[in-house]
């Protein structure tokens, strides 16, 4: 196991951050043993620098130039100074103030603790990082897949496998890398990391796909659906204009979105009950996931209407905190959860 503390003015940083960015996460990482709590905040706010350049709603080529001085960061963190000086100068339509923030010299510190990482960290982050962008780059480039389409002046994602690939680059990647940086903090045995890595992205792309469903309405306004275009002919393009849809339909897409959730459940039941730490950050992304679902599910005939709005309580997601605990030594626990939340799901279409 790495030796390595981060002073108390960085842990200081990466917590103010994490919680600009993402409030949900900033409760997960905190459950980790150091050092990988610090090494995975780090990645993982190096993961939203790359969404950040994807989420400006600059030209491609202007992306482009960007995604290559980010991939010269990762290789040369030393170069940070220069590199966010110059995007200090430029604009990031699309982005809040915090976003921006970020990728300015205000986030000059995020890479000098990335420069000082352990090496085997740094690749691992690195690798995953630059797949992931990769695969943003061709999202991005329409001469390339995943393939967009342009509909009601909305870009779509064309195919099924369109979307798939989306969501493996943009959240499946994020997974491995978390599999990786936990696989070499604990010393998992060969066999348990081949059994993790083979289902390491099922929490990332389920955590995303409820996303793309939760968030549906903002990211139409942003002129982008992550939902398959095929599966909008289906039903006349209705939920691109929030006209709703059938219920058989909307139902389809949560299950879309359940399968994958399911399958996460089978990647944390193999990870040791001795990874307290892992393990139970792994079900403080699961459970609220499926209580997420739950609620589209629950009000299904609002979903891809101007009334879609899907948010779980303050109180849910604290049930969903006390009920982590419970089952991070307890993979019946964790089962039955799973079968109670499926059929709910089911019993809220009738």
């Not at 060969?190 to 309405?217: E, Y």
């Not at 691109?240 to 339909?249: C, D, I, N, Q, Y």
């Not at 459970?287 to 309580?313: C, E, G, M, R, W």
């Amino acid at each position: 196991m790495l030796t390595f503390y981060l002073l108390q003015e960085q842990k200081k940083y990466v917590e103010e951050f994490m919680n600009k960015v993402s409030r949900s996460f900033a409760l997960v990482t905190p459950c980790l043993e150091e050092p990988l709590d610090a090494f995975m905040s780090t990645a993982y706010l190096i993961f939203r620098v790359a969404d950040n350049i994807e989420d400006c709603r600059q030209p491609f080529e202007w992306q482009q130039t960007r995604f290559v001085e980010f991939k010269q960061l990762l290789q040369e963190p030393a170069l940070a100074s220069k590199i966010l000086s110059s995007w200090s100068l430029e604009d990031w339509p699309g982005l809040n103030p915090d976003e921006t923030q970020l990728m300015s010299l205000d986030g000059l510190m995020l890479w000098q603790i990335y420069a000082l990482l352990p090496d085997v960290v740094k690749e691992i982050i690195r690798r995953w990082v630059c797949t992931m962008v990769e695969g943003i780059e061709q999202l991005l480039d329409n001469q390339q897949e995943p393939f967009l389409v342009i509909r009601n002046g909305v870009r779509i994602l064309a195919e099924e496998n369109d979307y798939r690939r989306y969501c493996y680059f943009a959240a499946g990647t994020v997974g491995q890398m978390g599999t990786e940086l936990a696989i070499d903090h604990y010393r998992f045995s060969t066999d348990i990391a081949k059994i993790l890595l083979a289902h390491s992205g099922t929490c990332g792309q389920a955590l995303q796909r409820t996303n793309i469903v939760k968030d549906f309405p903002e990211d139409l306004a942003n002129g982008i659906c992550y939902l398959p275009d095929v599966w909008m002919q289906e039903v006349d393009d209705l939920p691109l204009l929030l006209k709703g849809a059938p219920k058989e339909w909307t139902q389809k897409v949560l299950n879309n979105v359940m399968t994958e959730i399911n399958n996460s459940v089978s990647y944390v039941m193999h990870i040791p009950y001795e990874a307290v730490g892992y393990r139970l950050a792994s079900l403080m992304c699961l459970l609220p996931a499926y209580q997420t679902l739950l609620s589209a599910a629950q009000q299904h005939d609002k979903l891809f209407t101007p009334n879609h709005q899907v948010k779980i309580s303050r109180s849910c997601f604290s049930k969903c905190m006390d009920d982590a605990k419970v089952m991070v030594r307890d993979n019946n626990a964790l089962l039955e959860y799973s079968q109670k939340l499926q059929t709910a799901v089911e019993a809220a279409f009738g």
